[in-house]
């Protein structure tokens, strides 16, 4: 899909855009066999729910980091960490995955945030 204007912009914004990196994935997942898979992100709610408690809690974009069981958390890798841990339906999380692999998680975002912490243009995740 390529997009036109005037500057030649449109174009360049098409060729980086993130649809066009999926068409892509999923080309090269194809010709190897094997399937993209997309998590219905609306019903996981990554960026709401909680593996511990199993609830959903609206926050605001600027609440970021969660308490998780009494560890703070970044709200971006945590998501990522549910996502990661979907289930079968691509719709829930998986609590049984979630809580296998929440040590390991913990110890690496650990390590993240302390290798990212008074780095510059990071700002955003709240580091």
Not at 27 to 35: A, S
Not at 51 to 68: A, F, G, Q, Y
Not at 112 to 123: A, M, Y
């Amino acid at each position: 899909m390529l997009i036109f204007c005037k500057g030649g912009v449109g174009k360049s914004i098409a060729n980086k855009a993130p649809a066009m990196l999926l068409s892509l994935v999923q080309q090269k997942l194809e010709r190897h066999g094997e399937t993209l898979h997309k998590v219905n992100t609306w019903e996981v709610k990554a960026s709401q729910y909680n593996h511990e408690t199993d609830i959903c809690t609206k926050k605001k974009l600027s609440e970021r980091w969660n308490d998780i069981n009494g560890d703070k958390i970044q709200r971006d890798m945590y998501s990522a960490f549910l996502i990661m841990n979907v289930g079968s339906d691509l719709k829930s999380i998986d609590k049984v995955k979630c809580n296998e692999r929440y040590a390991h998680f913990k110890a690496k975002h650990d390590e993240e945030v302390k290798r990212l912490t008074g780095k510059k243009n990071i700002s955003s995740i709240a580091i």
